[in-house]
């Protein structure tokens, strides 16, 4: 029986996706949902990417601001601080050194 692991793959690195999308400027919720899946991540719902946001922004990573909008609701804008660029070039760096062994392991292991 194959068990398909994406999910806790994904779970494991989604702050770090979200960091990086944010190296562009501010951006809201749904705009980085829209970007993450556009990268081919998938669709995220707003009960996964909503906490993790909230998360980093009270790790000191995302700054927020709400704003409110001439029509329909407000959003929350979320920027990258100085803090989570470097958590980003930190944890990133990582995350490609941890690829990069676990592409060289499946290698061996006949997986092309």
């Known amino acids: 029986m194959t068990t398909d692991r994406r999910a806790s793959w994904f779970k494991g690195v989604l702050d770090l996706m979200v960091l990086a999308g944010l190296t562009g400027g501010e951006s ?19 009960g996964t990417l909503y906490p993790v946001l ?18 329909g ?3 929350r ?3 990258l601080t100085d803090e989570g660029r470097a958590t980003l070039g930190e944890q990133g760096r990582l995350w ?7 592409r060289s392991v499946l290698a061996k292991g006949g997986v092309a």
């Open 77 to 79: 804008y979320y920027a």
């Open 54 to 71: 909230n998360r980093l922004e009270e790790a000191g990573l995302v700054a927020a601001e709400f704003r409110a909008t001439e029509k």
């Open 96 to 102: 490609l050194a941890f690829d990069e062994s676990v």
């Open 73 to 75: 609701p407000g959003r």
């Open 28 to 46: 809201y919720g749904y705009e980085i949902a829209k970007q993450l899946a556009a990268a081919g991540l998938g669709e995220i719902k707003g």
